[in-house]
């Protein structure tokens, strides 16, 4: 199940993965506030209401172009890993990927992160739910 159309679901996360960092390397120092800042959690609910978006658009795409049964989960599962493993990096080397960001911006980066990550494992639940559902 987990193994079919693999180079799809890995082409996928990496794009998903590179479409965030690229993201958070333009606009992050004009979209994170340190953690300690008034706005932050604003900011935060903004951040992920517009990731829960993007992520339901993307694992519904997949699902369109993967017809195998469980394929937003597949995603999911296999995006998750693989951009943990790359984020891994991406927080340790942060000063070379992210120089605009400050330390509590980076900070405001992981915990959007951890997050993202979290609703990356829990949209293809909702999505499997509504197809049982019988819903569009």
């Known amino acids: 199940m987990f193994t079919e159309r693999i180079g799809l679901a890995l082409l996928f996360s990496f794009l998903v993965w590179l479409g965030a960092t690229m ?17 932050f959690f604003v900011n ?25 049964r469980y394929a937003a989960v597949k995603l999911g599962i296999w995006g998750s890993a693989a951009g943990l493993f790359i984020d891994t990096f991406s927080l340790w080397n942060h000063s070379l990927i992210f120089p605009k960001l400050s330390q509590g911006q980076v900070i405001a980066f992981a915990i959007w992160l951890v997050c ?15 197809e049982k559902q019988g819903t569009p």
């Not at 992050?28 to 953690?35: F, I, Q, S, T, Y």
Request: hydrophobic share 60%; proline share 4%; aromatic share 16%.
């Open 23 to 39: 993201f958070f390397v333009l606009f992050g120092e004009l979209v994170l506030a340190d953690p300690g800042e008034q706005h």
């Open 116 to 130: 993202a990550y979290a609703m990356y494992l829990m949209i293809p639940l909702i999505l499997i739910r509504k």
């Open 44 to 68: 935060f609910l903004l951040l992920e209401a517009g990731t829960f978006v993007i992520l339901y658009a993307v694992l519904s795409l997949y699902q369109k172009l993967d017809r195998s």
